[in-house]
């Protein structure tokens, strides 16, 4: 399969890392690039794809999502999400370590890294946890799981509550090389809340959780990073304060990136109304003030990276009483759509730059061989069709669970092919029956 030769002749051709964007040919072979210009001649034997009006670009890269194995696979498996992550574009994705039990040392790393390559579509690169069992107690064995495979250390799901431990977590990730990710959530400050504290939450009687929370640990991790020089990744960013802070600490040269979701940049706490659990997340949906301010983070590139935080639940789960279900939705699926529509529609960004923030960007964050159309590089390619309208239906989704938001919702791109390593894994006119069987068959 590594020697088929695929040429996609006509199309749009936008590779942020390299500056392109133009209307030419890309070859892939051997799993690699092998050549992108005008007129591109075709080698004996090549799969060639009329690709004129549709857009080709490095394949999307997601660095926070959520798989659920070991421990959840009536949510997700490696296979399912993997899939899924492809039919959305994806082409390399960030696995948490939140599972059950957590991804805490290198067997548990080599276990997500082989499931990974049998599930044959998006490559899943493990985060590995800081801490031992994410208690947050003692620091996990990092450099054992950056050689089975691990590409950074989160305890995502949980903040790192002691300083001292990501202190410690900072200064060894700066010997391997690799970020630590954090959820910043004072969990003094957001005990017992469900949604954003506002007059929202007040008007339905929800506890809610302050943008305080949130800003505290922002604080706390610059000034970490900065005393360090370690490389600390800010998840899921949803506050004003957050991205002022951020930015305030790049102007200083901390070695920080900074990540934004869909939803926090699309949504604000009124889609909460009505007590919408498929709108309950961590960090919780906030104000319209911080809803923008996370956009004109995107824009300005304080946000480097756009991740998804695809977080699966069972429909079980989330149709209990709203103080009751858990913090999550799923994305991976919509996230494409959602950047064309909101983002790039709405003016924030031009294309190329989406592209960078779902790609080019995030690849460059977490040290993956991705992001770009390079001469050489991995053939990760995505293609998609920038125009094309569909309406978000969560039973056509590959993802094992439902839980969006944005049912209903009609939006602006889509993905058509996903090629992973010069292998066509994703081809929508074959449709998602097929990676539907292929996720179970190697799952």
């Known amino acids: 399969m590594a020697e088929r030769k695929v040429l996609l002749k006509g199309g749009r051709v936008v ?23 005008k007129k591109v001649e075709a080698p004996e034997g090549a799969d060639v794809r009329d690709v004129s009006g549709l857009v080709v670009a490095p394949g999307l890269v997601d660095v926070h999502v959520h798989l659920r194995e070991p421990g959840g696979e009536h949510k997700e ?10 039919v959305g574009g994806f082409t390399s994705v960030c696995a948490m370590p939140n599972t059950d039990p957590p991804i805490d040392d290198p067997a548990a790393v080599g276990y997500v890294v082989a499931q990974g390559r049998r599930a044959g579509a998006a490559r899943v690169y493990p985060v590995g946890a800081v801490s031992i069992g994410m208690k947050g107690e003692r620091l996990a064995l990092m450099g054992e799981m950056v050689d089975a495979g691990a590409v950074g250390v989160s305890d995502d799901g949980l903040p790192v509550h002691d300083s001292g431990l990501m202190r410690l977590a900072l200064e060894y990730a700066t010997t391997f090389g690799i970020p630590v990710a954090d959820h910043c959530e004072d969990r003094t400050l957001s005990r017992g809340g469900s949604m954003h504290e506002g007059i929202v939450s007040t008007r339905l009687g ?25 490389r600390i990744h800010i998840q899921h960013v949803s506050t004003r304060t957050g991205v002022e802070m951020i930015r305030a600490a790049k102007s200083r040269g901390v070695a920080v990136t900074a990540e934004a979701t869909p939803h926090h940049y699309t949504l604000t706490h009124e889609a909460v109304a009505g007590y919408r659990t498929d709108a309950k997340v961590n960090p919780p949906l906030r104000t319209a003030s911080d809803r923008d301010a996370v956009r004109e983070g995107v824009k300005d ?12 639940h069972h429909y079980d789960e989330k149709e209990q009483a709203f103080e009751d279900a858990p913090f999550g939705l799923v994305g991976l699926e919509t996230a494409l759509g959602l950047g064309i529509t909101e983002l790039v529609d709405g003016g924030v960004l031009d294309l190329p730059a ?36 569909w309406e978000v239906d969560p039973t056509g989704f590959v993802s094992r669970s439902r839980n969006t938001p944005f049912a209903g919702r009609k939006l602006r791109g889509r993905a058509r092919l996903t090629i992973i390593g010069g292998r066509l894994v994703w081809d929508a006119a074959v449709g998602v029956e097929h990676a539907r069987r292929e996720a179970r068959r190697r799952g």
């Open 301 to 312: 590139g304080t946000l480097d990276c756009i991740a998804t935080d695809h977080a699966p």
């Open 354 to 389: 989406l592209i960078d923030r779902m790609s080019t960007t995030p690849a460059r964050a977490f040290s993956l061989s991705a992001g770009t159309l390079s001469e050489g590089a991995p053939a990760d390619v995505l293609v998609f069709d920038p125009e094309e309208e």
């Open 15 to 37: 590779d942020p890392a390299n500056g392109v964007d133009a209307t030419i040919d890309v070859l892939l072979a051997n799993g690699v690039v092998a050549s992108v210009g």
């Open 77 to 86: 498996t490696i296979a399912s999400g993997a899939w899924a992550a492809a």
């Open 206 to 230: 929800i506890t809610g959780i302050p943008s305080a929370a949130e800003n505290v640990i922002v604080a706390r991790d610059l000034i970490l990073a900065e005393l360090t020089g370690g």
